[in-house]
């Protein structure tokens, strides 16, 4: 049996998301987000789902993995909120 080498995106492509269109598990300060000099959120999030156009931040939060990489490299608190997606929503790892 041989396994195929599949890349990050064909992985991600995997995966199931439930999202909460009422209530989103990360919230951002764009004020705060727009005077950070280093923007690690860009870099560090495995799911590229933080973008920057012009000088603001945005964050889509229907292809979050959940890792909390995002919180723990936020020097500066711009995430105001970060919790688990409410019961039956959101990330659903499956294996290729």
């Known amino acids: 049996m041989t396994v195929k080498r599949q890349s ?3 992985l991600l492509g995997l995966n199931k998301f439930m999202v909460d269109e009422e209530e989103p598990h990360i919230v951002l300060d764009k004020t705060i987000c727009a005077k950070c000099k280093d923007k690690p959120c860009l870099v560090v999030c495995p799911a590229v789902l933080y973008t920057l156009k012009g000088e603001e931040i945005n964050f889509e939060y229907a292809g979050c993995l959940e890792c909390g ?3 723990v490299m936020c020097k500066n608190k711009g995430i105001i909120k970060w919790q688990y ?3 039956s929503f959101g990330v659903s790892f499956r294996c290729g």
Request: charged content about 45%; glycine content about 12%.
């Open 85 to 87: 997606p409410r019961g």
């Open 8 to 10: 990050p995106e064909e």
């Open 69 to 71: 990489t995002c919180r």
